[in-house]
T-cell receptor, first 112, second 109 residues
Framework: NAGVTQTPKFQVLKTGQSMTLQCAQD?????MYWYRQDPGMGLRLIYY???????DKGEVPNGYNVSRLNKREFSLRLESAAPSQTSVYFC???????????FGDGTRLSIL | RKEVEQDPGPFNVPEGATVAFNCTYS??????FFWYRQDCRKEPKLLMS???SGNEDGRFTAQLNRASQYISLLIRDSKLSDSATYLC??????????FGTGTRLKVLA
């Protein structure tokens, strides 16, 4: 059971470079999410997609864009990476309102 | 005031001990509640949902107190493998989930 799959697992970028983090789920979930986690802080929501075809901003959307490619896939793009975006990024999915989320194993991103 | 607050710990307990964590939330309209476990900055893993009547899963018991706006997690007969950070998660019934910063538990041999 794959669940939620994120790629890549690790990435180092230079300031100003762009990249896309990929996320796919095989649980037929409607909702998908991108979070970042920094030391001493809880998970902070970047963007979410309540259902295929919709995306909404979370708590910290600046510097990021997302695409809900289809029901399975939800990607996160950094157009011009900044050192402040160094973090661990988690993708999650859920079956809907009031349902628990299931997480991918994260992407560790360092921006120099 | 943070929307979801947890004591960061660490809680250091001997093997076999019983330990309890609380988590307070500020939004009285919150509808769903969860406990997750996170190991060393790996992904959070669902431990259990928290139901209004309270629920138990093996050594773990979760309670919800709506009047005082907190949820609790009780771990009985602690194992070394229970050492982790426990995250409280609250949802107001929208598509958003609010995470606490976690309570760190260390079970000592």
């Amino acid at each position: 059971n794959a669940g939620v799959t994120q790629t890549p697992k690790f990435q180092v970028l230079k300031t100003g470079q762009s990249m896309t983090l990929q996320c796919a789920q095989d649980m037929n979930h409607n909702s998908m999410y991108w979070y970042r986690q920094d030391p001493g802080m809880g998970l902070r929501l970047i963007y979410y997609s309540a259902s295929e075809g919709t995306t909404d901003k979370g708590e910290v959307p600046n510097g990021y864009n997302v695409s809900r490619l289809n029901k399975r896939e939800f990607s996160l793009r950094l157009e011009s990476a900044a050192p402040s975006q160094t973090s661990v990024y988690f993708c999650a999915s859920s079956g809907g309102l009031n349902q628990p989320q299931h997480f991918g194993d994260g992407t560790r991103l360092s921006i120099l | 005031r943070k929307e979801v607050e947890q004591d960061p710990g660490p809680f250091n307990v001997p093997e076999g001990a019983t330990v309890a964590f609380n988590c307070t939330y500020s939004n009285s309209a919150s509808q769903s509640f969860f406990w997750y476990r996170q190991d060393c900055r790996k992904e959070p893993k669902l431990l259990m949902s928290v139901y209004s009547s309270g629920n138990e899963d093996g050594r773990f018991t979760a309670q919800l107190n709506r009047a005082s706006q907190y949820i609790s997690l009780l771990i009985r007969d602690s194992k070394l493998s229970d050492s982790a950070t426990y995250l409280c998660v609250v949802s107001p019934g929208t598509y958003k989930y609010i995470f606490g910063t976690g309570t760190r538990l260390k079970v000592l041999a």
